[in-house]
């Protein structure tokens, strides 16, 4: 069993890198063991799962996974902490050959040594969405994962249709994935904690609701109902889509009312109008 990092053994490898902690970065390390183990868990990873961790920072997390999975692969952007972290596992871990370190940005990752299985991640909380996305989109071998996120972004992403939370990344999420809260994060297992609330974000993967060819449209159709979301739908698409006419006859045709709003419509209902506006032969 490895011996995870605390508050006291974090602030030290930072002192030795002469580590100030980001903000552009979104670096705010966890120094809860305890936290660590429970994201892990609430992960369900298993002896036979390549987990792969976005932003491991100093370890803490790393050290906890390599207990449970047979590889991790940890992607950092910080070249400093890239090159210490193999030094830290080593020093901590029973699994040090487990691991694989990645120094680049995660958003312009398009491949792995391995096929990752599970995703376990504590996210900057100001490009989030677009890596979890990213990760869903480019990796398809991930069966699940929790990644801690912003609150109010966690609360978005498990938002339900007709709420104020529900937006873009909810319904973009649910092409791949069914999400899920996972639980709170006190702010006090952060250093430096952050000004803002944490939560934790389950998802699994599911069989995507149309073919990946029209996801494009699919993916713009939701941008334009969001974009003016306080506008019924027959209105908020009429100018991507031509005209009130043509915005009402797309909806017609994919059986949505166009007196409704963006944000009642669930990712099928979406799928519907792309098909449409694919059969009708209507570009961009």
Not at 73 to 87: F, G, H, S, W, Y
């Amino acid at each position: 069993m490895s011996t995870l990092l605390g508050a006291s053994q974090i602030r030290e490898l930072a002192d030795a890198l002469d580590l100030k902690p980001a903000k552009a970065l979104g670096q705010n390390f966890v120094i809860d063991a305890n936290v660590c183990r429970k994201i892990v868990r609430l992960a369900g990873v298993t002896s036979g799962d390549v987990a792969v961790e976005i932003g491991p920072g100093l370890g803490s997390l790393t050290l906890g996974l390599l207990d449970e999975a047979a590889r991790v692969i940890a992607v950092e952007i910080d070249e400093r902490l890239a090159t210490q972290l193999p030094i830290t596992i080593a020093k901590h871990s029973d699994h040090p050959s487990n691991l694989t370190v990645i120094n680049r940005d995660a958003l312009q990752l398009n491949e792995l040594p391995e096929d990752p299985t599970v995703l376990v991640a504590n996210l900057p909380y100001n490009i989030s969405v677009p890596v979890l996305l990213h990760f869903l989109e480019t990796f398809p071998t991930l069966r699940s994962g929790v990644v801690m996120v912003q609150a109010e972004v966690a609360e978005r992403l498990a938002a339900k249709p007709g709420t104020k939370e529900y937006g873009i990344p909810t319904v973009k999420a649910a092409w791949w994935s069914k999400m899920s809260l996972a639980g709170a994060v006190s702010r006090s297992v952060f250093w430096p904690a952050p000004n803002v609330d944490s939560k934790l974000v389950g998802f699994v993967r599911r069989q995507p609701p149309a073919a990946e060819s029209l996801r494009p449209v699919v993916f713009a159709a939701i941008d334009c109902a969001f974009a003016q979301r306080r506008k019924m739908l027959r209105s908020a698409m009429s100018g991507w889509l031509g005209g009130s006419d043509v915005a009402i006859e797309v909806l017609t045709r994919a059986k949505i009312d166009p007196t409704l709003r963006g944000e009642v419509l669930v990712i099928e209902d979406y799928c519907a109008i792309g098909s449409v506006i694919t059969e009708m032969g209507i570009g961009f």
